[in-house]
Nanobody, 116 residues
Framework: VQLQASGGGSVQPGGSLRLSCAAS????????IGWFRQAPGKEREGVSC????????YYADSVKGRFTTSRDNAKNTVYLQMNSLKPEDTALYYC??????????WGQGTEVTVSS
């Protein structure tokens, strides 16, 4: 199951972006959806993960209180709302139908650059 992330861009510190995760061939609300990122020269890390049933959401400590993950089942889309962005949030962001990066099938990521 390969998903496509979109919505990245360049913003100044303190700015906001909303990333979208979509799939054309299957229904996302049946799956847990994880958001991951990989900064230049660093390993890929988990950012957030939303469950498929009970609505629980995990956030990495580095983004807790700033990022919000949500689903819009009518649009078959999962969002990552990113507020109060910091330069250290600069990375290529991916979504996947798993909370475990080792199990992910990676689609095209979307680039986020936070810089003044």
């Amino acid at each position: 199951v390969q998903l496509q992330a979109s919505g990245g861009g360049s913003v100044q510190p303190g700015g906001s972006l909303r990333l979208s995760c979509a799939a054309s061939r299957f229904t996302l609300d049946y799956y847990v959806i994880g958001w991951f990122r990989q900064a230049p020269g660093k390993e890929r890390e988990g950012v957030s993960c939303i469950s498929s049933n009970d609505g629980s959401i995990y956030y990495a400590d580095s983004v807790k209180g700033r990022f919000t993950t949500s689903r819009d089942n009518a649009k078959n889309t999962v969002y990552l709302q990113m507020n109060s962005l910091k330069p250290e949030d600069t990375a290529l962001y991916y979504c996947a139908a798993t909370c475990n990066a080792d199990d992910a099938s990676w689609g095209q990521g979307t680039e986020v650059t936070v810089s003044s």
